[in-house]
């Protein structure tokens, strides 16, 4: 059973930088996807975020970004300590949020931010950017 905890998020003025941490245990080879993903109030959860790597490689997998976020957030995986992590930097009003890591088995990088490819999620950590 795949388990993530995120920690991390808050609060911070526009323009400045959080970083989310998300601890998984229980992943298998078969969640060839693990992503970010972000709920506004009364919105649908988005992708942000996603590592994936193509099933028929072994290859540590690619990072595809949501065009709002591209050029400011960074997804990365510390494969030792089973954690990934995104690194929000240039942050706006826009960008306040709830945010989810999750796991999923993707059959391509354009279903990698697609919600529909993941089963596994965590609590949602609250991200909040004031001017």
């Known amino acids: 059973q795949v388990q993530l905890v995120e920690s991390g998020g808050g609060s911070v003025q526009v323009g400045g930088s959080l970083r989310l941490s998300c601890a998984a245990s229980g992943v298998t080879y078969s969640n060839n996807c693990m992503g970010w993903f972000r709920q506004f109030p009364g919105k649908e959860r988005e992708g942000v975020a996603t590592?994936?790597?193509?099933?028929?490689?072994?290859?540590?997998?690619?990072?595809y970004y949501a065009d709002s976020v591209k050029g400011r957030f960074t997804i990365s995986q510390d494969a030792a300590k089973n954690t990934m992590y995104l690194q929000m930097n240039s942050l706006k009003p826009e960008d306040s949020a709830m945010y989810f890591c999750?796991?999923?088995?993707?059959?391509?990088?354009?279903?990698?931010?697609?919600?529909?490819?993941?089963?596994?999620w965590g609590q949602g950590k609250q991200v909040t950017v004031s001017s």
């Open positions: 590592i994936y790597r193509s099933p028929s490689n072994r290859s540590p997998g690619n990072s």
């Open positions: 999750a796991a999923g088995t993707c059959n391509s990088a354009w279903s990698a931010l697609s919600r529909a490819s993941y089963k596994s």
